[in-house]
């Protein structure tokens, strides 16, 4: 069964770093396009970051760019995102998915919740 | 950065009506257009591809039309299921961009 799944959310303080993890199965990782979207409470979805299938291609949103990084582990078919500096505005569900093509969304995990508070 | 405004935000129907739902874009962009349905609680799944094409899993009531700047999300006769929040977004360049959705809702 084709699947992604997300860890590494949770609380973090204004201005601290977290690192999210998207563990992919039933496919080849290598593959594929690999891209995080989020979703703040109650609002629509945002398109965060991509990297391409060899790592040498990245994009990221402006309101991220210089703070998160994006990458991949082909060995372990694993997906990253680093996120430092972060603010109450990058609350949201982030959700990791597999390119169809490189801007379409054809598999997506259940997601998981990063809370910035103090 | 290209903008996809979606209108209506809302849209109120009985199950069996016809549901159309549109994106437009601020710039053209041909036809590298998506539309996603997501239901409360869950990820989004993707619906439409490249404006057109049926992604798998949904049924022939479900399609999509359009180019250009012009786009078109139509479900022939609403079922039960298919009430939900859509969204359309684009891959024409970076950054890729999402509408703010059309909730589809039980009237």
């Known amino acids: 069964e084709v699947q992604l799944v997300e860890s590494g959310g949770g609380l973090v303080q204004p201005g601290g770093s977290l690192r999210l993890s998207c563990a992919a199965s039933g496919f080849t990782f290598s593959n594929y396009w690999m891209t995080w979207v989020r979703q703040a409470p109650g609002k629509g979805l945002e398109w965060v970051a991509s990297?391409?299938?060899?790592?040498?291609?990245?994009h990221y949103v402006g309101s991220v760019e210089g703070r998160f990084t994006i990458s991949g582990d082909n060995a372990k078919n694993s997906l990253l995102l680093q996120m430092n500096s972060l603010s109450a505005d990058d609350t949201a569900v982030y959700y990791c998915a597999r390119g169809l093509t490189p801007g379409t969304f054809d598999i997506w995990g259940l997601g998981t919740v990063v809370a910035v508070s103090s | 950065e290209i903008v996809l405004t979606q209108s209506p935000a809302t849209l109120s129907l009985s199950p069996g009506e016809r549901a159309t739902l549109s994106c437009r874009a601020s710039q053209t962009i041909s036809n590298l257009l998506a539309w996603y349905q997501q239901k409360p609680g869950q990820a989004p799944r993707l619906l439409i591809y490249?404006?057109?094409n049926r992604a798998t899993g949904f049924p022939a009531r479900f399609s999509g039309s359009g180019s250009g700047t012009d786009f078109t999300l139509t479900i022939s006769s609403l079922e039960p299921e298919d009430f939900a929040v859509y969204y359309c977004?684009?891959?024409?360049?970076?950054?890729?961009?999402f509408g703010g959705g059309t909730k589809v809702e039980i009237k």
């Open positions: 990297l391409k299938q060899d790592g040498n291609e990245k």
């Open positions: 977004q684009h891959r024409y360049n970076w950054p890729l961009t």
């Open positions: 490249d404006a057109s």
